[in-house]
């Protein structure tokens, strides 16, 4: 195949957020010329940050794009291990529920932080230009011409080889998409909101355990909390709406939290808890999916421009990482062929994005309810016991998406087919009582590998690790 060099090729990313400034980073090394256009000011350079946001949790996926770009130690190394999930029950007692083996983990990262390191990496390069306070007003996707309007200043007209849509749940960029035949898009707002409060540090340490994420689960609502690297912790308030508003005064704020979350209060402050639940009004939280991500060889979305999930699996922002990621190396593969990267682009992510979006929906569920179930607690311990005894075969839900690149659409098949396989085997044991397990789980673990083998067409794909898609390594 031909060898398409990039040098003289212009690349405009739209949005200069968590993807748009990794992005810039990856079409940097390639020696396009990349300019960042970006609505707000530089976040280095404000006096403060619009709004507040959810805290992130950066897993492998993430950490894989940020090593191909060199950032991995310099973002883990500000960011705080967790590694598993602190249940707190309403009479005030906590257990854990590892998120995997031990040596697995999440890091809790500050967003902003994050958002100006990769700015200033991207600045770095001498091929990337950024431009805060551009804010696209047009777009012609198939022309490749974009339309900014800059401050206090004619309009900018510009033309380029790729345009690379990272502006968002409310992508500017997308809206040219949905002038086209055959592009399918959905939202949809769920009935919960989001608010944030802080627990300070208590006598300059953490007031609660460091490296945990913290989950108050209370069935139909649960409060969380992550550990920031100032030795605070904020605290995420996820609830209907309708509750939100009923809770109009200090003092019904308080009675709630003594109801449902009374051990939080000292840590919180009674004050501040009062003071802060008024500061700003509950936040919606959106879903976005579309298909394809991708106009002629033209355009292209990645991130919440392309798939805007909830935030309950920890994955938004490593989804979208993994977008930059997986286009580089189709970028490898196709020798930088813009027009045959971004249909495979497609073909490759959406199924994959739909897949984490559906799985976010569902651990919302899992968060605040099934933790409190002796059923789930149970089935944990179960799948960690079978992934110990066949750790190719069996592989829990949460390792393959956090902890391995193994594709997102092909864990959730293979997550229904798993747990229907060992519900059954489980049902099996019970009839038979405690004296079979042994030959049951012999048994089991034969009928799984013969299914892997026969119908799942991954047993050869699971021993030989190595060629997993993009890269993959198991945990």
């Known amino acids: ?10 690349v405009a990313i739209v949005g200069g957020g968590l993807v748009g400034a990794l992005n810039a980073c990856f079409f940097a090394r390639r020696g396009f ?5 970006e609505a707000r000011e530089d976040i280095r350079v404000a006096s403060f940050t619009r709004g507040r946001s959810i805290n992130l949790a950066l897993s492998h996926r ?16 500000k960011g705080i291990p967790m590694c598993a999930r602190r249940i707190h029950t309403p009479s005030g007692k906590k257990y854990s529920i590892p998120y995997g083996k031990k040596h697995q983990y999440i890091l809790s990262v500050d967003r902003a932080n994050l958002n100006r390191e990769l700015l200033t990496a991207a600045e770095k390069y001498s091929n990337a230009k950024l431009y ?3 804010k696209l007003v047009g777009c012609n996707a198939e022309l490749g011409t974009l339309t900014i309007n800059r401050y206090e200043q004619q309009p ?15 992508s500017t960029v997308r809206k040219q998409f949905m002038r086209q035949t055959r592009f399918n898009y959905s939202h949809e707002y769920i009935p919960h909101g989001y608010m944030e409060l802080t627990i300070p540090p208590k006598d300059g340490d953490f007031a609660m355990e460091p490296n945990y994420l913290h989950i108050w689960p209370r069935n139909t609502f649960m409060m969380i909390a992550l550990p920031n690297m100032d030795k605070s912790f904020t605290c995420t308030l996820f609830m209907p709406f309708e509750e939100f508003e009923k809770l109009k005064t200090e003092e019904q704020v308080l009675d709630f939290f003594q109801t449902h ?3 939080a209060i000292p840590l919180i402050g009674e004050r501040e808890l009062k003071h802060d639940y008024f500061l700003l009004p509950a936040q919606a939280m959106i879903s976005v999916k579309c298909s394809p991500y991708h106009l002629a060889s033209s355009c292209v979305l ?18 979208g990482f993994e977008d930059c990621l997986v286009f580089d190396e189709l970028m490898d593969q196709f020798h930088n062929d813009l027009g045959a990267c971004l249909p495979e682009f497609s073909r490759l992510r959406v199924p994959d994005d739909h897949a984490i979006s559906d799985l976010a929906m569902y651990n919302y569920v899992e968060m605040r309810e099934h933790v409190n179930s002796t059923w789930f607690i149970f089935r944990k311990h179960v799948d960690n016991f079978l992934h110990t005894l066949m750790p190719s075969t069996i592989v829990p839900l949460y390792t393959m998406v956090t902890f391995t690149r193994i ?24 009839a038979a009582g405690l004296g079979g397990t042994f030959l049951l789980i012999k048994r089991l673990a034969r009928d799984l590998d013969f299914w892997v083998e026969n119908f799942w067409g991954w047993s050869h794909y699971l021993k030989n690790i190595g060629s997993l898609p993009f890269g993959t390594q198991v945990a």
């Not at 798939?307 to 989804?319: E, K, L, R, S, T």
Request: net charge negative.
């Open 1 to 10: 195949m031909e060898h398409n060099d990039p040098r003289g090729k212009r």
């Open 33 to 37: 010329h990349v300019d960042v256009y």
């Open 62 to 77: 993430g950490r894989q794009a940020l090593q191909a770009v060199g950032m991995e130690e310099q973002i883990v190394s």
């Open 132 to 134: 805060f306070g551009h």
């Open 156 to 170: 900018l007209e510009v033309t380029y080889d790729l345009i690379v849509g990272c502006d968002g749940a409310f």
């Open 261 to 263: 979350f009374p051990d």
């Open 302 to 319: 990645m991130g919440d421009a392309a798939h805007a999930i909830v935030p309950f699996y920890g994955q938004g922002m490593n989804a």
């Open 407 to 430: 594709r997102y659409h092909e864990a959730l098949q293979r997550w229904k087919w798993q747990k229907k396989i060992i519900n059954q085997g489980l049902l099996v044991m019970g």
